[in-house]
C-alpha cells in the first residue's frame, strides 16, 4: 500500500502563487510513477501533470503548460506543484495519485492509470 498525504493548498487572488507537497509512505517513492489531477464543483476529475519515476519526462495538461512544474525529491519522498499566476479556473480539490505500474504519456493523463490517491488539498483563486 501507498499512502499519500497533500498539503500546501489555501485561498490566493488572480496572479498569485502556491506550492502543493505530496508525502508519500510504504513504497520505495523511486518506484512510483506519480501524478497531480483537479477536481473542481461539479466536475469531473482532470489531470494537471505528471512526472515519471526519476523526474527527468514530465507531462502537463494544456491549460497548465507554462504556469505549474512538476517535480519530486526522491530522499525526501515528496512530489511537489509549483503553481504560478493561478487563476479563477484553477479553483479545484488537487489530488496527488501514484502507481507502480509503467504507464505510458497518453495513458498519466487517465485517473484509472493510477492506484494511490491522496486525500485532496483545496486551491481557491479568487478575482
Known amino acids: 500500500q501507498v499512502q499519500l498525504v497533500e498539503s500546501g493548498g489555501g485561498a490566493v487572488h488572480t496572479g498569485g502563487s502556491l506550492r502543493l507537497s505530496c508525502a508519500a509512505s510504504?513504497?520505495?517513492?523511486?518506484?512510483?510513477?506519480m501524478g497531480w489531477f483537479r477536481q473542481a464543483p461539479g466536475k469531473e476529475r482532470e489531470f494537471v501533470a505528471h512526472?515519471?519515476?526519476?523526474?527527468?519526462?514530465?507531462y502537463y495538461a494544456d491549460s497548465v503548460k507554462g504556469r505549474f512544474t512538476i517535480s519530486r525529491d526522491n530522499a525526501q519522498n515528496t512530489l511537489y506543484l509549483q503553481m504560478n499566476s493561478l487563476k479563477p479556473e484553477d479553483t479545484a480539490v488537487y489530488y496527488c495519485?501514484?502507481?507502480?505500474?509503467?504507464?505510458?504519456?497518453?495513458?498519466?493523463?487517465?485517473?484509472?492509470?493510477?492506484?494511490?490517491w491522496g486525500q485532496g488539498t483545496q486551491v481557491t483563486v479568487s478575482s
Open positions: 495519485a501514484a502507481t507502480q505500474r509503467a504507464i505510458t504519456i497518453p495513458t498519466s493523463a487517465r485517473p484509472w492509470s493510477y492506484d494511490y
Open positions: 512526472i515519471s519515476w526519476s523526474g527527468g519526462r514530465t
Open positions: 510504504g513504497r520505495t517513492f523511486s518506484s512510483l510513477v
